[in-house]
C-alpha cells in the first residue's frame, strides 16, 4: 500500500502528530485509528450543543444545556455530604451549581459578581434547578456569545477523551485539507472534504447534518462496492485447480445418507459442484438458516476436491463447532474411504505434529479447524478448497483469500444470517450466492413464549415437569456487557439456582472461561443425554447440534439482539419433538425490546427475522458494535442506511465505467482495512 513518491498525508501515522506518543498511538488503535486519514474519517456519534445559553426559566431537569450567569452567592455547605454552592442568577431565575470535590482556590474563586459558563445535566435539587461538576468558565464579565457550532462527541476509549480526540482529529483535518477529495455531483455536499469537516463541527442545522452524513455515508458504501467489484474482476483473472466430476462418490454418500436432499439442498450442491468444474475458482457465499442443511453441501463438494487429490480445509469459528463438523464429516466421508483430521488448540504437540506432517505431505484430504489454527502456518501440499463456516452476525464477516502457494483455492462461505437480496447485492458483490430456502421436512417450527421476570418460578416449575418428562433443554444465561468474568457469575449463580429447584435432574454448566477439555466433555454428556439441563451463557449460539434438546430458556432475552436470539432458538427444534423457547424478560421492556420479542413469538423465517433486525437497529447499537471492533463500515449503520445502497451500486457501477480516477479515490479513502483482508 505504501505510495511512491513519499506518503500521502492521509498515511502519516498518528505519532506525526504533536503530543502523541507511542502508549497514545496505542490506544487510537484500539478504535481503529492509526493514521491521519483514519482521524479524519472518525466521525462523532453525536453533537453536544453549546451553541446557546438556555435562559434559567428554560431549563428543564435531565437535559444537558450551556447556561450562563452571574454569581450571586457561593458557600460551603455542611450537609449529609460537604459541597460547595454556588448560586447563579441571568435576568429569567436561578440556578445553583453543586461541586462535592472542590479545592480552596476554586472555592475562592466563585466570587460574587463574577460570571460563569457552565455545561452539564441540569437535574433537580433540595433548592430547585441545580448542575452537579459541570464544566465551566469563569468570567470578569458578562461572557462573549457562544460557540458557533455543534460541539463533536467521539466514540472514545478508556483513557482517551473525547475532547483529546477532537483537538487531534482538528489537527489531522488542517494537515489532510485536501486529500480525500471525492467530488460527487447531484449531492447537496458534492466534495467529500466538506461533508467530513461539516461533520466534525457543524453549525445547527438538521438537515445540513443529515445531507453531510448522507454524503459520507454514500461515499463509504460505494467505497465497499468498488472494493468488491475490483476483486471480483480479479478472481476472474485468476486460475486454480479444476476439479471436474470424477468417481462420483457423492453418489455413494448420497445413498447412504439415510435423508433425502431437500430441492434447495440439491439446488446449491449442483451451483457448488458446476463452480468446481472451473479453473476460475469458486467465490460461493452459501446462506441458510440455521438447521437449513448447510454441512452436507460442504462434504459433497470435500469430496468431489477428495476425488481428484486435491485438498480442502474446513474452518468453524468454536472449537466445538470444528470438533463437531469433525464428527459429522467423519461419519459421512469415512465410509467412502476419504479420511477427516482435526486440528484444534486442545491437541497434545505430537498430535498436532503427525497432523501437521500429513497435511504437508498431502495425505491428510479434509481437514477441520478453527481460523486461528490455519492460519499459523499450516502448509498445505495441494489446497483445493476452503470451507468458512462463518460466526453469523453482520459486520464480523472478514473474508479470508486463503493463498496456498501464491494461488488461490476454491471458496466457500457458510452463513445462518440470512442475508436480504438488497444487501447481498451491493456487500457482496464479489461472490456469487446459494440460498437454502427451506428446511428439511418434518421440522416444526419452535414454540416461543415471553414470560416475565416475575413468573421466573412458575417457569422453572414448567421446565422440571418437561425435563421429569424425558426432555432435554438449555438454560441460556445473558450478560449486559460482553464480559467473561459477568457472564461467568450469572452463569454460575443460575447453576445454583437451578440446582436447588429442579431437583433430582441432572445439571450441567458450559461457559465461555471453562479450558476446552472440559467444555466439549459437558457437550458430549448432554449429548448423550447424561445432562438434562444445561445452564450455559451464549458459547452455544453457534452451530450446535443436539437434536434431542427440545426445551429453551433465555434467561433476559430483552438484552439480545434478533440475530443472536434466532441463533440461540435454532439450538432447539432440531429433532422431531415440538420444541418450546421461552424468552425470560425484565419488565419493563422498552418499545424496541418488546418488539423483538413480539417478532420471535410471531415468526420462525431467518429471512424475516434478519429484515426486522435491520430494522430495529438503533443508534445505540452502532455504539456497541463499534466498542467491540466488529463494525465493517466507519459510519454507514444497515439499519439506517440501507435505503442508500441501491445509489451506491448504481453510482459505482456508472464510476467503473465513465471515471475511473474517481473510482480509485474512494477505493483508497475507504478499502485500505478490505486491501488488506484481501492479502491475508
Ligand atoms: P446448518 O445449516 O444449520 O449448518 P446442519 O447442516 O447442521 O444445518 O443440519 C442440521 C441437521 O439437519 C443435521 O442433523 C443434519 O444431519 C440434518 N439434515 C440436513 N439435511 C437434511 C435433510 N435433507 N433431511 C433431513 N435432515 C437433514
Ligand atoms: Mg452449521
Not at 433537580?124 to 441545580?130: H, I, K, S, T
Not at 413464549?449 to 425435563?467: F, K, L, N, P, Y
Request: some cysteine; aromatic content about 4%; proline content about 5%.
Amino acid at each position: 500500500m505504501a505510495t511512491p513518491g513519499g506518503v500521502k498525508p492521509t498515511d502519516a501515522p498518528v505519532t506525526d502528530l504533536p503530543g502523541v506518543g507511542p502508549g497514545t498511538a496505542e490506544k487510537l488503535e484500539r478504535l481503529g485509528i492509526a493514521t491521519l486519514g483514519d482521524l479524519v474519517l472518525h466521525l462523532p456519534y453525536r453533537y453536544q450543543d453549546r451553541t446557546r445559553s438556555v435562559p434559567f426559566d428554560e431549563l428543564e431537569p435531565g437535559r444537558e444545556c450551556l447556561a450562563t450567569g452571574e454569581i450571586m452567592a457561593s458557600n460551603v455547605h455542611h450537609g449529609r455530604r460537604r459541597s460547595l454552592l454556588t448560586r447563579l442568577n441571568d435576568d429569567r431565575g436561578t440556578l445553583t451549581i453543586r461541586l462535592f470535590h472542590f479545592s480552596r482556590r476554586q472555592e475562592q474563586s466563585m466570587r460574587p459578581g463574577a460570571w460563569m459558563r457552565c455545561f452539564g445535566d441540569v437535574r433537580l435539587g433540595p433548592n430547585g434547578l441545580e448542575m452537579v461538576h459541570p464544566e465551566y468558565r469563569l468570567y470578569g464579565e458578562k461572557p462573549p456569545p457562544a460557540a458557533a457550532e455543534l460541539t463533536p462527541v467521539y466514540p472514545a476509549t478508556l483513557g482517551l477523551t473525547s475532547a483529546r480526540i477532537r483537538k487531534w482529529v482538528e489537527a489531522a483535518l488542517t494537515r489532510c485539507n485536501e486529500a480525500l477529495a471525492s467530488h460527487l455531483p447531484d449531492t447537496q455536499f458534492p466534495d467529500l472534504m466538506d461533508a467530513i469537516r461539516f461533520l466534525h463541527a457543524p453549525s445547527h442545522e438538521p438537515r445540513r447534518i443529515d445531507a453531510a452524513r448522507e454524503r459520507v455515508v454514500i461515499d463509504e458504501l460505494t467505497g465497499h462496492y468498488l472494493v468488491m467489484k475490483r476483486r471480483q474482476a480479479l478472481l476472474k483473472r485468476q486460475t486454480t485447480i479444476a476439479l471436474p466430476s470424477g468417481p462420483k462418490l457423492g453418489r455413494q454418500l448420497l445413498a447412504e445418507l439415510g435423508f433425502r436432499l431437500t430441492r434447495a439442498q440439491a439446488k446449491a450442491t449442483a451451483e457448488v459442484l458446476e463452480d468446481l468444474a472451473q479453473e476460475r475458482p469458486m467465490m460461493r457465499l452459501l446462506q441458510g438458516d440455521v438447521g437449513s442443511g448447510k454441512t452436507v453441501v460442504a462434504a459433497f463438494a470435500a469430496i468431489r476436491a477428495a476425488e481428484r487429490g486435491g485438498q480442502t480445509a474446513l474452518m468453524a469459528p468454536t472449537e466445538i463447532l470444528a470438533e463437531q463438523h469433525f464428527e459429522t464429516l467423519s461419519g459421512w466421508l469415512a465410509p467412502l474411504g476419504i479420511e477427516v483430521g482435526l486440528l484444534t488448540g486442545r491437541q497434545s504437540v505430537p498430535e498436532r505434529r503427525t497432523r501437521l506432517t500429513a497435511i504437508r505431505e498431502g495425505r491428510a484430504l479434509v481437514s477441520v479447524g478453527t481460523h486461528a489454527l490455519f492460519q499459523a502456518g499450516v502448509e498445505f501440499r495441494q489446497l483445493a478448497l476452503a470451507i468458512i463456516d462463518e460466526q453469523h452476525r453482520f459486520g464480523v464477516h472478514q473474508r479470508m483469500l486463503l493463498r496456498d502457494k501464491g494461488r488461490l483455492p476454491h471458496q466457500l462461505v457458510m452463513t445462518a444470517t440470512p442475508i436480504p437480496r438488497t444487501l447481498t447485492m451491493a456487500l457482496y458483490a464479489d461472490m456469487d450466492v446459494s440460498t437454502i430456502d427451506e428446511l428439511p421436512p418434518g421440522r416444526l417450527p419452535v414454540r416461543t413464549h415471553g414470560a416475565a421476570m416475575s413468573r421466573r418460578d412458575e417457569v422453572i416449575d414448567r421446565v422440571r415437569r418437561w425435563c421429569e418428562s424425558g426432555r432435554q433443554g438449555y438454560w441460556v444465561c445473558t450478560t449486559i456487557e460482553e464480559d467473561a468474568e459477568n457472564d461467568l457469575n450469572a452463569a454460575e449463580a443460575v447453576h445454583r439456582e437451578l440446582a436447588v429447584a429442579l431437583g433430582r435432574l441432572r445439571l450441567g454448566l458450559v461457559h465461555g472461561r471453562l479450558p476446552q477439555a472440559e467444555k466439549h466433555a459437558v457437550m458430549a454428556r448432554f449429548k448423550a443425554g447424561e445432562i438434562d439441563v444445561l445452564v450455559a451463557t451464549t458459547v452455544i449460539e453457534v452451530g450446535v447440534d443436539v437434536p434431542n434438546a427440545s426445551v429453551m430458556v433465555i434467561d433476559n432475552a430483552e438484552r439480545l439482539g434478533l440475530a443472536q436470539l434466532h441463533q440461540l432458538r435454532g439450538r432447539v427444534g432440531r429433532g422431531s419433538a415440538r420444541a418450546t423457547c421461552i424468552l425470560l424478560y425484565e419488565a419493563p421492556l422498552s418499545a424496541v425490546a418488546r418488539e423483538r420479542l413480539a417478532v420471535m413469538r410471531d415468526t420462525n423465517d431467518g429471512f424475516l427475522i434478519a429484515e426486522k433486525d435491520l430494522e430495529l437497529r438503533g443508534p445505540g447499537d452502532i455504539l456497541g458494535t463499534r466498542q467491540t471492533g466488529e463494525q465493517t463500515f466507519k459510519l454507514a449503520d444497515l439499519g439506517i442506511d440501507r435505503h442508500l445502497l441501491p445509489r451506491a451500486v448504481a453510482l459505482g457501477n456508472r464510476l467503473l465505467a465513465e471515471d475511473e480516477a474517481t473510482a480509485q479515490t474512494i477505493i483508497d479513502t475507504w478499502g485500505r482495512r478490505e486491501a488488506e483482508y484481501a492479502t491475508v
